[in-house]
């Protein structure tokens, strides 16, 4: 089996995998692993084929950013306090975790609507209509208390990492490179709270939200915005390295003094597996 590159692919399979599991409800961390890292940090995973989701009990998928724990100081200091320091105290921390996830057939939808958003917008950070997001979850007919039902479900997919599970069966290797979402903020009350170009809640009152994907989100994708920015700016490719705080940036931006740079995307390219 080869991996080849194709113009015009929608998403790539290991994606469609995840995703599609990840509309199963959070009974998929059921039949779970769990264990210890090199550095001592506990994980939970679920095996798919070659693939491991998983999450840390220790916190969502931005403490593995410095920037971003700086920025968000008071929420990390209160993650380190409810660190448990026995193995009864972490396992009970994970079954609460759990309890707290909310998967589903929402959080499938949700997804895919990103994933529509980050090749629309052509950027790693993307905007989108909460009028939009409620159609595409719920169809015409959205409930009572729907922004937190969303809320919910997104603060449950900033959890999760997204990585490959090696063929000896050892341990899959999480960390910064297999975030699924760095990010995502309700723009709600904020002067951030714009339109997108085309934005599909135009012609109606409306609020926006705003999601950073990660590497465990953009899969091989990451690899061809390196390459595009590379070809763009004369220089070598770089690694991507989200902020956390919703600004998607590589690490040829460095020299841009923190200031907020959206990575594009100059073509449409993604892989799928033959």
Not at 27 to 45: D, G, L
Not at 177 to 191: C, E, N, Y
Request: net charge positive.
């Amino acid at each position: 089996m080869s991996e080849q590159v194709h113009p015009y692919t929608l998403i790539d399979r290991d994606r469609l995998r995840v995703f599609s599991k990840l509309s199963e409800s959070r009974t998929i961390f059921k039949k779970r692993r769990q264990f210890f890292n090199s550095a001592r940090e506990p994980w939970v995973a679920i095996r798919l084929g070659d693939l491991a989701v998983g999450f840390t009990p220790d916190g969502p998928g931005w403490i593995f950013n410095p920037d971003a724990c700086n920025q968000k100081h008071a929420e990390w200091y209160r993650l380190q306090r409810k660190r448990p320091k026995t193995i009864a105290g972490i396992r009970s921390r994970i079954v609460q975790v759990i309890g707290g996830f909310r998967l589903g057939p929402y959080a499938e939808r949700l997804l895919w609507l990103i994933h529509a958003a980050v090749l629309a917008q052509r950027s790693s950070v993307v905007t989108v209509s909460d009028l939009q997001i409620a159609k595409v979850v719920w169809g015409n007919h959205r409930p009572k208390g729907w922004r937190q039902s969303i809320r919910r479900t997104v603060s449950t997919l900033l959890w999760l990492h997204v990585g490959q599970w090696p063929a000896d069966g050892s341990q899959p290797g999480f960390g910064a490179d297999t975030v699924l979402l760095t990010h995502a903020r309700d723009l709600r009350g904020t002067t951030d709270d714009r339109c997108p170009e085309h934005c599909a809640g135009q012609g109606a009152t409306h609020h926006h939200y705003e999601f950073e994907v990660g590497p465990g989100f953009l899969g091989v994708l990451v690899r061809v915005w390196h390459t595009a920015i590379a070809f763009e700016r004369g220089c070598e490719p770089g690694s991507m390295v989200g902020n956390g705080n919703g600004g998607g940036r590589s690490a040829l931006d460095s020299h841009a003094g923190g200031l907020r740079v959206r990575v594009k995307i100059t073509c449409l390219i993604l892989s799928t597996m033959l």
